[in-house]
């Protein structure tokens, strides 16, 4: 039986993840990746972990963490999670925290809580990839966001969804270090995202995946900290903030957490409910464990690492790109941004890297709402080790030339 006449009308808006599909060329050994926005496995606190498993295991706590747990998340992982939000200047508590399998199941959520067909999310040009396929399976409309600046007025936008059939339900971003671009928003721009969605009373989603991983520059306050000042606290603000151990500790035990308003966290327990119950409480604990004693090494280990990694990628990039094509200089994170001359195709680009050269990147356009940026694509450099930048950036320059040529 062909079963795809019964499928509902968001099936077809579900898309196979082309970063997810390029990370089976890590297996390739000769193929030098810059695909895959992935920690590098060597920086895993493995140690850490084995121990704490171990304790976990064979102590008092065994069989809570082999029972079924509370939905809202593990009461410790909770509260320490709620004292690094006061931390950076979101002042809560534990009931403000909502543990997520990974924060990609958070953006999930956030879609089906949000979103019904043809409701508009606004969303930078480009943004993150996982968010659009999270949202996407809830048939909405996408408009552009522009934090910087651009014509677009709270009236232009609330005018565009009501034409669609629905209205503006949230503004989506990664404000510090995006995935894919790099950029990091201003302070003023934090504030003019803060200012459109009061005007047109959304919700702000902000995406903090890669918040720790700051190798320059000057730290800039998380736009649900500005939104606790402006409204007098969390549980007044607008903003939902998006938080992961993926990226310091390790993205296997996917373990994320929401920071929001309780009476959204209220919503969300119940959509939980619904999908798994809860997130796995053994992995809960033992992150607890690991957090509580190796978080903040693991942030300067990491950081450490990925610093020096993203100097010589760029160092790379100045020595051997032509002429026409321009990249991103990242604060930090976890990828540079390229822009290719008009005409070159990095999708076209890709399969030739693969093929003759052996080097695999992520075409721009997956990281566009309506595919356009088909000129762009990204760099990760958290993998990139000495050859991949003395010999994979070589090659890439030399390919990209022989597009221009020809």
């Known amino acids: 039986m062909d079963m795809t006449d019964l499928f509902a009308t968001r099936a077809g808006r579900m898309k196979a993840s082309e970063i997810r599909e390029l990370l089976k060329l890590l297996d390739q050994p000769d193929i030098i ?19 704490s498993y171990a304790e976990v295991l064979g102590g008092a706590s065994a069989n809570a963490a082999l029972q079924y747990q509370v939905s809202e998340g593990f009461l410790p992982l909770r509260q320490w999670i709620a004292g690094e939000m006061a931390r950076i200047g979101i002042p809560c508590d534990e009931g403000n925290i909502f543990i997520t399998s990974g924060s990609q199941q958070g953006l999930d959520y956030l879609g089906k809580l949000f979103l019904s067909p043809n409701d508009t ?8 990839l996982g968010a659009l396929q999270a949202f996407s399976a809830y048939e909405p409309r996408y408009d552009r966001l522009s934090p910087a600046g651009g014509n677009m007025t709270p009236d232009a936008y609330r005018e565009a969804a009501t034409q669609a059939g629905g209205a503006v339900k949230f503004a989506y971003l990664v404000p510090d270090f995006a995935n894919p671009s790099g950029e990091t928003l201003t302070l003023a721009q934090r504030e003019a995202v803060l200012d459109l969605a009061e005007e047109l009373g959304i919700a702000v989603i902000e995406d903090a995946a890669y918040a720790a991983l700051r190798y320059s520059g000057e730290p800039v306050p998380p736009i649900a900290a500005l939104d606790a000042l402006r409204s007098g606290g969390i549980d007044a603000g ?29 919503k969300l327990v119940l959509t939980k409910q619904a999908s798994d119950l809860h997130s796995p409480s053994i992995n809960q604990m033992v992150v607890h464990r690991v957090a509580e004693t190796h978080y903040g090494a693991q942030v300067e280990r990491t950081r450490a690492a990925y610093h020096a990694r993203r ?96």
């Open 121 to 128: 999310a606004l969303v930078t040009w480009p943004t993150y």
């Open 238 to 266: 607008r903003t939902i903030y998006c938080g992961s151990f993926s990226k310091i500790l390790a993205p296997g035990l996917r373990v994320g957490w929401i920071c929001a308003p309780r009476r959204l966290i209220e």
């Open 33 to 51: 990746s810059f695909a895959g926005g992935i920690p590098d496995p060597a920086l895993f606190p493995h140690e850490a972990f084995r121990q």
């Open 311 to 406: 100097d010589a990628l760029l160092k790379a990039l100045e020595a051997h790109m032509p002429a026409g094509v321009s990249w991103s200089r990242p604060e930090g994170g976890m990828f540079v941004w390229m822009t290719l001359p008009e005409g070159i195709d990095a999708a076209v680009l890709l399969a030739r890297a693969v093929s003759e050269a052996r080097v695999a990147f992520v075409p721009g356009s997956a990281f566009h709402a309506d595919g356009s940026g088909t000129n762009t694509l990204r760099l990760s450099f958290t993998l990139a080790d000495e050859r991949a930048v003395t010999e994979g950036i070589p090659r890439l320059a030399a390919l990209i030339r022989s597009a221009l040529e020809n």
